[in-house]
């Protein structure tokens, strides 16, 4: 057997096997992850897209900032041609609104009359003559009728006295030559569309456009007043270039957002990790994987290699996402300084979720830890992407506290992601230069930029910023920590490995003899509490005062007990809910610490030499051991590669064991489909796989059928020789049919032991005869006359139910004496039952 062999090699061999059990550990578990991930598909490629969705969304913020960029230049504006008045838009509205502060003239009709007509205007529909008083009037008048003018214009025929307060106290009409105008223009009107440079500005062109129309008017009415020809000035207006707006041309969207959205994905994988790993604490499914031996370091290796499959995936689907969309910093940028950056961040946050999953029990909470990590974290990153905060920080001459500060920050993993990548931006990427005030496009990120520190001055203040090597070996760091951290929390927080040790275990000695198995020493070298001087292991079960009490509880869960369980042989263990029998299977297998007492499983020592125990036993827990993605035959094979199967017999005997409980045709179904009675055959199949020296079964049959119950009888029956079973159940059939021996257990104690038939003749009120006759009640009278030690249980019809005690035989002869000689119809003897042993026992009949 593995475990005798075990017990008399040498330190080397017991290393050799320890990395060889690791990495089978190893090699298993990880397959089941990926499996898991794998029957998880959607949420899989969700995953590797996430980076891919990034990158696409980052490109099309880069697309609309490049467009509008593009748009917002205008290196050759149009000549707009001004000679004709452009015409209102809206129905009903007015072009042009005219003012005649004295009154129409010869001078203004043709004025009107001229403008009219060049620029195809009608009288009194686009044109609007109003003989004011004053200015003040009109500009009132428009007022009044708000946006219904388009411009107005004030033609002074005579004298008026100027407001001082509006939009014309500029205006000096000329009493005597009456030939000056005013232009009054709707500000409100929109100027040049800034989303648009190309268009005119719409004031501009309007004004000149009136202006023009009246000057040529005017010029028209001198010269053939003076008798010259009628004169015409054409015009155009023209914009000068627009250069390209320079907060915007050649910003670069990837450089500087980037450690905002690249903080994504790998908290996408972080969430995920987290709520497996405490899905499966909640379940229990570490538990009953440590109780058949899985080492913590191959639990959380398999988890790494998962985390790192992942990592490595998403790492490489974002960095040829940024390839594919052409992002100048990845280009620029070696691949391996980019793969090390994203990466090491990516197994730094990992770590992290390693570390958090060992704080929290529930997988509620575990979503609630990873979104509040995911929210607040894109709050900082919204300021730590800044490559001005980046500079800021590492300004000399700060006040005392921010490299406190900074310091602080980096401990903080995604600071020193953002820091490495702002290096990288600030070589490979576009950047803001403040002081010419433009971006600057970047060069080759090379190596010796890696390794480099990065100086400059920022607004007159010189800076100097650690090399990205240096931030790299602090995600290094930090990855050191965490990983201290998740070994030392998984030891000391209760429910990580079932046991949990002292929050100072690392400084005992029991620790590290344990770590490094020095069970070869002598027996009196190790520790050995209550080490026992007359007492020899056999290769079953061997307690001597074993007891527990739960912290915070008055009584004892399990009191000193002391049992002997030999080879070839089954125990139940009976006993009312909360007797202790989860309990005692806890400290047997090791979920629980004994507060107390020796213990011997296979030979090897309960405190001291747990891990060999768990080499040796097989486990049915109450729970079962199931993850609900895995099919029935994929969870035979995790456990029969745990449990080093041979690789040549392997799915033969999956097979094999899968038909014995039942589950042949179910075999490649997802476990969620089963059920419970299914899951429970499926959990008794697993506890029996690797031929395990003990089984211990919790409850095995709970929730099944009467024929798949007897179907699992007679497996546990088969499974009897040469091992030692032990089970716990509800149910006096089981105990019987299955146990060698039965175990009565009553608040923590054993109250009684022994075969069935033991019991029932020791425990049980003897034998019990029914009786029938045509009077019964006279019947029992002569018979209690005659045996005053009889006991009555019942008269009911024609039915007389009585016992005869067991230890007295002259009773029992002289009964059925007396019975002889009175006219009986028909009698029955019957011996006691478990349950009547169980309940007088348990003294649970006085309740009743
Ligand atoms: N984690 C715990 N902390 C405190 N007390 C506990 C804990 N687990 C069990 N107990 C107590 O220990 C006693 C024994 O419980 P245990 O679960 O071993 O009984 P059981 O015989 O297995 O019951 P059942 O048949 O219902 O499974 C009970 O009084 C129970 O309340």
Redesign the pocket.
Known sequence: MQTEKLKTQSPLVKTKYCFRKISNEVSALTTKNLLIFSHNKHITILLLLCPFLICGYLSYIQYIVDSYASRLCNPSPEEISISKIPKCFNQNCITLGIGLTGGSSEWTDYIIDHISKSSDLIKNKDIKVLTTQNAESFTKYIKENTNTTQIGVILCSNYIPLPTNNYIENLHCQETKGQIYAIIYNFTEVSRNIFDPNLPDPIESKVLAVKLAIDNAILSYQARKQGFQNIIIDAVIQSFPIPPNRFLKGYDAVSMTGPLYFFIPPMFVFGLLVSEIVKEKELKLRNGLSVIGVSATGFWLSWFLVALFFSFMTTNSLIFSGYFFKFALFLKTPYLVLLLLFLTYSMTMMILGFMISTLINSVKLSYTVSYTFLLGGLVLQNFFKSPMLMKLFHVEDLPYWVPWVRLAFCYYPPFNFSKIYADIAATAGSTPNFDEKMWEEGLEYTWDNFFNERTGMLYGNSYRIPSSFESFQNLLLNSLILIVLTWYFDHVVQGNRGRSSPIWFMFTFEYWSLKFDYTFLPRFIRKSYNSPSNLKPNDGILLDGLWKK????KTC??KPIQLSIEKDECVSII??????????L?MLTGLLDPSGGIGYISGFDLTSELDNIHQSIGYCP?FNILWDELTGKEHMWLFAKLRNTPISSRNELIDYKLNEVNLGNAANKAVSTYSGGMKRRLSVAISSIGNPSVIFMD?PTTGMDPITRRQVWKLIHNMKKDRVIVL?T?SMQEAEILSDRIIV?VD?EIKCSGPSLYLKNHYGDGYKVELIHENPEVLWGKLNEKIPLLKLLDISGNSVLLSIPRAEPKVAEEFFKTVELMKIQDWSVQNSSLEEVFMKVTGSLKDL
């Open positions: 739960y912290p915070n509880c869960a399990v006993g009312h809910n909360g007797a202790g029998k989860t309990t005692l806890s109450q409850e716990t509800h257990m923590g």
